[in-house]
Structures are given as C-alpha cells and as structure tokens.
C-alpha cells in the first residue's frame, strides 16, 4: 500500500516524542485537521500574505494600515518586516519525496514550502512567546524541506510580536539558516520510520 504523509505531520510525531505539552490526544488532532485555530495563528496567516505579495496589500487608512484575512496591521511593523524578506522567487511550492519500503509500504512526503529563491529556501514565521531556536534547531521541517526541494539551505525569519494594550509592536527579527550534513537522510529515515 501506499501511503503519503506531510512533513507537519512528521515534524508533530517529533513533538510527541521530545515534548511533554504534545500529548497523544493533540498528536492525534493534529492528525485529523482538529485543532483550535488562535488569535496569533490568524494574525501569522495574515502576516505572511502581505509579505508574500505586499503590492496587493497596500496601505490605506491614517495611519496607514495593510489589510489581509480582515486582520489590519500598522504599515510601520509591515515595512520592518519586509526589510527582512527577500522579494522574487516562486512562493507556496509544493514538493514530494518518494521513500521506498518503510515497513514494508512506500511513502511520499510532502511539504509545502514559503518560498524558493535560487537554490535555497526561505520560510516566515511569527511569534508572539518568547524565541526559542533550540525548537527550530532540533525541527524536521527544514531537514525535511533540504531533502524534498533538493535545497542547499533553508533559511528562517522569524518575527517577534507583542499584543499589547496599545497596539502591535514588533520585537525585531530572527534569522537564521541550516544547511544539509552528514546523516541528514538517515535522521530523516529514522523519523519517518518511528511512526
């Protein structure tokens, strides 16, 4: 039998074995589409698509305010953060990955990634909790992302944001790149294979 699984899925498997707040029960939400959508999701979504194509967001209003998703942002905090992306490439790519015989079935990973510029890729988050790179080092998403896409490296920004009671403000960016290394495809069988 064939099977497909995504690299969010395998990266929520690493979760549930190296963190206690992933418990069986959010593994399994997560497995089928059922989780509580957050405040801050809706705002990182909204985020993401200025700075995807920020010319059919521009700003309007007084003060200026970019709009997407119906989530308003200060053009301000939108230009900060655009000073950190970089423009040009093919955004939302989809890529798969045949792995032959995992216990006994073939499987495609897919993953879905922000955007590819060159032979690199280039990802956005937002965060409204203190940063933590130990949580992003120790992620499959990007050793996923270098095998899939074939890429010579993967690339993070990741913004820091505060709601505070007057308004957003941004916290400044993050950024930070992995490359591929020696027993990248093992690490990455190993995990796969531990579902």
């Known amino acids: 039998m064939d099977l497909r699984i ?4 395998l990266q929520a498997f690493n979760l549930l074995r190296s963190e206690e707040w992933m418990t069986d029960r959010k593994f399994l939400e997560q497995l089928e589409g059922v989780f509580v ?26 003060p200026p305010r970019y709009t997407a998703n119906g989530i308003s942002w200060p053009a ?33 990973v897919s993953a879905r990634a922000d955007q590819i510029l060159g032979t690199g890729i280039h990802e956005h988050k937002t965060k409204w ?10 992620s499959y ?19 820091a944001m505060a709601d505070l009671e007057r ?6 960016c993050s950024r930070f790149t992995f490359h591929p290394y020696d027993g ?12």
């Open 129 to 138: 909790k203190a940063f933590d790179f130990d949580g992003y080092a120790d």
């Open 76 to 108: 301000e905090i939108v230009g900060e953060c655009l000073t950190y992306a970089t423009p040009g490439g093919t955004r939302e790519v989809n890529g798969y990955l045949n792995v032959a015989d995992v216990h006994g079935h073939r499987v495609t």
């Open 6 to 9: 995504s690299v969010s899925t």
């Open 37 to 62: 959508r957050t405040q801050e999701m809706a705002m990182g979504e909204s985020l993401h698509a200025i700075l995807e194509a920020p010319e059919l967001y521009r700003p309007e209003g007084d």
């Open 184 to 195: 990248l495809e093992a690490d990455c069988a190993a995990n796969l294979r531990g579902l």
């Open 141 to 159: 998403q990007w050793r996923w992302y270098l095998l899939v896409f074939g890429a010579a490296f993967v690339r993070y920004n990741v913004f």
């Open 167 to 172: 308004g957003l403000e941004f916290r400044g």
